[in-house]
């Protein structure tokens, strides 16, 4: 998770409820190994629609 709070510049909190609630709503999946989780996209859906915003609010296309 420290990864994330770096790149994303808020609290290890912050992040960690934002990780749950997606989780909790099936957009992130998890795996737990010893003491890491990894966190993967539950649906893949999810990138098609982040794929289309992108493209709509930042005028990139692929």
Do not use: P, W
Not at 24 to 44: E, I, P, S
Request: proline share 0%; aromatic share 6%.
């Amino acid at each position: 998770m420290q990864d994330i709070v770096e790149q994303v510049g808020t609290s290890q909190s912050n992040i960690s409820q934002h990780l749950a609630i997606m989780r909790d709503k099936g957009v992130l999946r998890t795996r737990r190994d010893a003491n890491r989780v990894y966190y993967r996209v539950g649906d893949l859906r999810t990138l098609e629609v982040l794929r289309m915003m992108r493209e709509v609010f930042c005028g990139f296309g692929d």
